[in-house]
T-cell receptor
Framework: GQQLNQSPQSMFIQEGEDVSMNCTSS?????WLWYKQEPGEGPVLLIA?????ELTSNGRLTAQFGITRKDSFLNISASIPSDVGIYFC??????????????FGTGTRLTIIP | DTEVTQTPKHLVMGMTNKKSLKCEQH?????MYWYKQKAKKPPELMFV???????INESVPSRFSPECPNSSLLNLHLHALQPEDSALYLC????????????????FGPGTRLTVT
């Protein structure tokens, strides 16, 4: 199925650094979701965005819904070891007919160098 | 509480076995989903149930058979699987698939790691 372009594919950073990743699509969405997945676990919802231009924070995480509705970014400030994992964006086009599928990005693998 | 539970955590089965995966949520969500995830890939949608009715089947082979006994439970029955079906199987739920203006984020369970030998 369709996947969103997510970059970078992987990041190797030192503890304390800030992280930025983004997701782009050729089609519009009216919801953007960001998930984090650790090895052997299911994705955990971090942030949900519902309006173009919306900027939302969750602790050290900040995400924005692009004004074109075709992109979103996620920033993590002052990274800590527990931030390690794979981050997935997901776009959704909600409608009155329900059953809106999630279109996932290809994932960004975050590794923290000791 | 945004918890979706899945059992078992790990499952090893032969190609002639029949087994079932179970998923449960008590958030009052009316949509439930099965996903398959291969290593280093995003989840791939398999089935969607809305109000206990199958609404989406993403052309999944018939050796996978979903069942939704009630609004809190979702099963995936497995029969005659192939080694390439080995993957992490994820269940998810969301509040109300028909509320376009409302919150409808999907919450995932921890998954069942399936190995087919």
């Amino acid at each position: 199925g369709q996947q969103l372009n997510q970059s970078p594919q992987s990041m190797f950073i030192q503890e304390g650094e800030d992280v930025s990743m983004n997701c782009t699509s050729s089609s519009i969405f009216n919801t953007w979701l960001w998930y984090k997945q650790e090895p052997g676990e299911g994705p955990v919802l971090l942030i949900a965005l519902y309006k173009a231009g919306e900027l939302t924070s969750n602790g050290r995480l900040t995400a924005q819904f692009g004004i074109t509705r075709k992109d979103s970014f996620l920033n993590i400030s002052a990274s800590i070891p527990s931030d390690v994992g794979i981050y997935f964006c997901a776009g959704q086009l909600r409608s009155n007919f329900g059953n809106e599928k999630l279109t996932f990005g290809t994932g960004t693998r975050l590794t923290i160098i000791p | 509480d945004t918890e979706v539970t899945q059992t078992p955590k790990h499952l090893v089965m032969g190609m002639t076995n029949k087994k079932s995966l179970k998923c449960e949520q008590h958030m009052g969500h009316r949509a439930m989903y099965w996903y398959k995830q291969k290593a280093k890939k995003p989840p791939e949608l398999m089935f969607v149930y809305s109000y206990e009715k199958l609404s989406i089947n993403e052309s999944v082979p018939s050796r996978f058979s979903p069942e939704c006994p009630n609004s809190s439970l979702l099963n995936l029955h497995l029969h005659a699987l192939q080694p390439e079906d080995s993957a992490l199987y994820l269940c998810a739920s969301s509040q109300d698939p028909y509320r376009a203006g409302g919150v409808n984020e999907q919450y995932f369970g921890p998954g069942t790691r399936l190995t087919v030998t």
